[in-house]
């Protein structure tokens, strides 16, 4: 297989029922074990090789589907991230990334053009399922046009199979990268605003961090998928994020959902462009990306507990 001055047809060229990708990763038998996830998915593997091959030639990357993978955030990778948002938007071709949560928060900010399918600490289940998804997009299927209930349909579908590849690994040895327990990180302080709209009319954030307190302590005694509400718990978050003044990141935000990552990012691109979450970058350094509430979603958590009054709150 070929490793630089690359340069193939364009995204749905019409060459046929299969698609080509292309394969990056520095980790040799990870690179081996994508390659054979994606021949068996009857994806041709046209192009593989290390990170630095997006950095050589005069070749413009394009192609159906590329899939990266970067455990770790250097200056190299995260150069090829950058390249690769802009090549993937101009030819229209699909892109999985893999990543670790460690470099999620570098990571998550190179693709200001492009949408990715970004899997945290993945298994293979996971990468099966996101290649999936990108050969029902290439059959025909318009998952961008389901409603509303389908897409929350599908999303609890990917996490039963999320559960189900859980399951697997305690019968027997699984093969994948597993995923490290972290401390959720502080949020970090910004400067007070001039006015932030709906802070008076929130609760106060303590209560609201008591909820969640209350939350996460059910999964002492009892199965924590039994309580799985990741977009709640995010709302949760979030708004108490705001009464804070506070910036909260992906990857914290990702922790704070009580899911593993990658089905907290699906839940995060769900959210943002259903208009509950937007992404805002860091002034002052654009490597740095923050979530946070739109107006929208801020105005129905007022109205929320102001329905419900911080009385009953208290018992949430």
């Given at each position: 297989?070929?490793?630089?001055?690359?340069?193939?047809?364009?995204?749905?060229?019409?060459?046929?029922?299969?698609?080509?990708?292309?394969?990056?990763?520095?980790?040799?038998?990870?690179?081996?074990?994508?390659a054979?996830?994606?021949?068996?998915?009857?994806?041709?593997?046209?192009?593989?090789?290390?990170?630095?091959?997006?950095?050589?030639?005069?070749?413009?990357?394009?192609?159906?589907?590329?899939?990266?993978?970067?455990?770790?955030?250097?200056?190299?990778?995260?150069?090829?991230?950058?390249?690769?948002?802009t090549?993937?938007?101009?030819?229209g071709a699909?892109?999985i990334?893999?990543?670790?949560?460690?470099?999620?928060?570098?990571?998550?900010?190179?693709?200001?053009?492009?949408?990715?399918?970004?899997?945290?600490?993945?298994?293979?289940?996971?990468?099966?399922?996101?290649?999936g998804?990108?050969?029902?997009?290439?059959?025909?299927?318009?998952?961008?046009?389901l409603?509303?209930?389908?897409?929350?349909?599908l999303?609890?579908?990917?996490?039963?199979?999320?559960?189900?590849?859980?399951?697997?690994?305690?019968?027997?040895?699984?093969?994948?990268?597993?995923?490290?327990?972290?401390?959720?990180?502080?949020?970090?302080?910004v400067?007070?605003?001039?006015?932030?709209?709906?802070?008076?009319?929130?609760p106060?954030?303590?209560?609201?961090?008591?909820i969640?307190?209350?939350?996460?302590?059910?999964?002492?005694?009892?199965?924590?998928?039994?309580?799985?509400?990741?977009?709640?718990?995010?709302?949760?978050?979030?708004?108490?994020?705001?009464?804070?003044?506070?910036?909260?990141?992906?990857?914290?935000?990702?922790?704070?959902?009580?899911?593993?990552?990658?089905?907290?990012?699906?839940?995060?691109?769900?959210?943002?462009?259903?208009?509950?979450?937007?992404?805002?970058?860091?002034?002052?350094?654009?490597?740095?990306?923050?979530?946070?509430?739109?107006?929208?979603?801020?105005?129905?958590?007022?109205?929320?507990?102001?329905?419900?009054?911080?009385?009953?709150?208290?018992?949430?």
């Amino acid at each position: 297989m070929a490793n630089a001055d690359f340069e193939y047809a364009p995204a749905n060229s019409g060459r046929g029922a299969r698609l080509d990708a292309s394969v990056f990763s520095d980790r040799r038998l990870m690179l081996a074990e994508l390659a054979e996830d994606l021949e068996a998915a009857g994806v041709d593997v046209r192009v593989s090789g290390p990170v630095s091959t997006l950095m050589q030639g005069e070749g413009r990357l394009t192609g159906e589907l590329v899939v990266f993978d970067c455990p770790e955030a250097d200056e190299a990778t995260l150069s090829a991230l950058t390249r690769l948002d802009t090549e993937v938007a101009r030819t229209g071709a699909e892109l999985i990334v893999c990543t670790t949560i460690a470099a999620l928060d570098d990571v998550y900010p190179c693709f200001g053009r492009t949408k990715p399918q970004i899997l945290v600490d993945a298994r293979r289940a996971e990468r099966a399922v996101a290649i999936g998804q990108v050969l029902a997009r290439a059959s025909g299927a318009r998952v961008r046009e389901l409603s509303q209930e389908d897409r929350l349909t599908l999303m609890r579908l990917f996490e039963q199979v999320g559960h189900i590849a859980d399951r697997l690994e305690k019968i027997g040895p699984y093969d994948a990268v597993q995923a490290a327990v972290v401390e959720r990180p502080d949020d970090e302080p910004v400067a007070e605003p001039e006015a932030k709209r709906g802070r008076a009319e929130l609760p106060d954030a303590r209560l609201i961090r008591r909820i969640i307190r209350q939350r996460q302590l059910r999964s002492r005694y009892f199965d924590a998928n039994l309580f799985a509400d990741p977009a709640w718990d995010m709302l949760l978050d979030l708004t108490a994020a705001r009464v804070e003044d506070t910036r909260v990141s992906v990857t914290s935000l990702c922790i704070a959902s009580g899911v593993p990552p990658t089905t907290a990012l699906r839940w995060i691109t769900q959210m943002t462009q259903t208009g509950l979450l937007e992404r805002v970058e860091d002034a002052s350094d654009k490597r740095r990306a923050f979530i946070q509430l739109t107006d929208t979603a801020a105005d129905a958590m007022i109205s929320y507990f102001a329905e419900i009054g911080q009385g009953a709150a208290r018992l949430l």
